[in-house]
């Protein structure tokens, strides 16, 4: 029996040993009590997303209406207030007949996977990054989206996530989070330290799309600085938040602007030019290790541990809620915690608006609103 053999029975013996017998509330796993953190996000008013789950990305349009949210069977709903609720706003594929189940990741390359939004304040039209499908646009009056760009340098787009538009430029910036696994197999980006993720710019008066950064480490949430000198990239798998000088004598450079207690989702500027951050889920020891040593992550699927595992133990066991704020020069100001999901959960963007903050989730049904 040759050594790698003999090394690799010996570790997954001692994974499967760790998993067995390590509980939530050991310290290896448990989700860590971050210093000045404030535990206030259970009082958060609840709003469901009736018949729908994962509103992940939230955005009003520019005469304050909405929110409007994408939902994991690939529709943008839009909320019209307490009388009306949610209403269908658009759909991002045209092929709708097997769509019929709020969650059914099998589907999602067919009935589309909307994840971040972005409404061009100028012409009203929505833009949709959707997983599978590219960059979408929908007029104001919603419907079926159409096409803008699916591929660059030849390389078709494999995981879509986030955006964000420089209306002075009339450019959008927006993440590929990988070119090996589907949004399905997001677990899989983690555990195999894919870096294959690009960050580009779309140039919507030229239709050219190009490639600014690759080689990044589930690129995710995107957010232009209030001034747009500068860009910022939350990169998932390191939990740091990345900065793109855009103008000024740093263009073109890229550094960590801060790095955050957890698993980074959506970044989204408020009207301050603060950051607030949302963490599908805090940093522990255990998955800290994990994705510092590759090997581990791919070992751990060759256990065959099935992807609610694997997701909670990433989680620490214990779903919970985080919220950082950070300033225009990326130092914490604020971190807001559900720490025991009592309301919560595996956000995915924050979004501030008159004194509120709108709250989703990737994967609960309902987003949160809690006053500041």
């Given at each position: 029996m040759s050594t790698v053999v003999v090394v690799t029975a010996t570790v997954l013996a001692l994974l499967a040993v760790t998993f067995a017998i390590f509980k939530p509330h050991q310290t290896l796993f448990a989700p860590p009590q971050l210093q000045a953190s404030m535990d206030v996000l259970h009082a958060a008013r609840l709003l469901h997303v009736t018949g729908a789950l994962g509103p992940e990305s939230l955005v009003f349009d520019r005469h304050g209406g909405g929110p409007y949210t994408g939902?994991?069977?690939?529709?943008?709903?839009?909320?019209?207030?307490?009388?009306?609720?949610?209403?269908?706003?658009?759909?991002?594929?045209?092929?709708?007949?097997?769509?019929?189940?709020?969650?059914?990741?099998?589907?999602?390359?067919?009935?589309?996977?909307?994840?971040?939004?972005?409404?061009?304040?100028?012409?009203?039209?929505?833009?949709?990054?959707?997983?599978?499908?590219?960059?979408?646009?929908?007029?104001?009056?919603?419907?079926?989206?159409?096409?803008?760009?699916?591929?660059?340098?030849?390389?078709?787009?494999?995981?879509?996530?986030?955006?964000?538009?420089?209306?002075?430029?009339?450019?959008?910036?927006?993440?590929?989070?990988?070119?090996?696994?589907?949004?399905?197999?997001?677990?899989?980006?983690?555990?195999?330290?894919?870096?294959?993720?690009?960050?580009?710019?779309?140039?919507?008066?030229?239709?050219?799309?190009?490639?600014?950064?690759?080689?990044?480490?589930?690129?995710?949430?995107?957010?232009?600085?209030?001034?747009?000198?500068?860009?910022?990239?939350?990169?998932?798998?390191?939990?740091?938040i990345l900065r793109l000088w855009l103008h000024g004598p740093n263009a073109g450079e890229v550094n960590t602007f801060a790095v955050v207690p957890g698993f980074p989702d959506n970044i989204r500027r408020n009207s301050e030019g603060e950051f607030w951050v949302a963490l599908h889920a805090k940093g522990t020891p255990?998955?800290?290790?994990?994705?510092?040593?590759?090997?581990?992550?791919?070992?751990?699927?060759?256990?065959?541990?099935?992807?609610?595992?694997?997701?909670?133990s990433f989680a620490g066991w214990k779903p919970h809620a985080t919220a950082v704020k950070l300033s225009e020069k990326g130092e914490i100001l604020e971190v807001l915690e559900d720490c025991e999901g009592k309301k919560l959960k595996f956000i995915s963007e924050v979004e501030e608006k008159d004194g509120k903050l709108w709250i989703a989730s990737v994967l609960m049904p309902f987003i949160g609103i809690y006053d500041l």
């Open positions: 939902v994991a069977d690939g529709r943008i709903l839009k909320w019209e207030g307490d009388e009306v609720g949610w209403t269908e706003f658009a759909v991002t594929s045209s092929n709708r007949t097997e769509c019929v189940r709020p969650f059914a990741p099998e589907l999602e390359h067919i009935c589309g996977r909307p994840l971040g939004l972005k409404f061009d304040k100028k012409s009203g039209d929505l833009y949709i990054a959707d997983a599978y499908l590219g960059l979408k646009v929908v007029g104001p009056e919603g419907g079926l989206a159409t096409q803008v760009v699916t591929e660059a340098e030849g390389q078709p787009f494999h995981f879509t996530n986030d955006m964000d538009i420089s209306e002075d430029e009339d450019v959008i910036y927006f993440t590929d989070s990988s070119s090996a696994f589907p949004r399905r197999q997001f677990m899989f980006v983690l555990l195999h330290g894919d870096k294959t993720g690009r960050f580009l710019k779309y140039n919507k008066s030229t239709k050219e799309v190009s490639v600014l950064l690759r080689g990044l480490a589930f690129p995710n949430g995107v957010a232009l600085s209030k001034d747009g000198s500068f860009v910022l990239i939350a990169e998932t798998t390191t939990g740091k255990f998955s800290r290790w994990v994705t510092s040593n590759a090997w581990i992550g791919q070992t751990l699927l060759k256990v065959g541990f099935n992807f609610k595992q694997l997701h909670s």
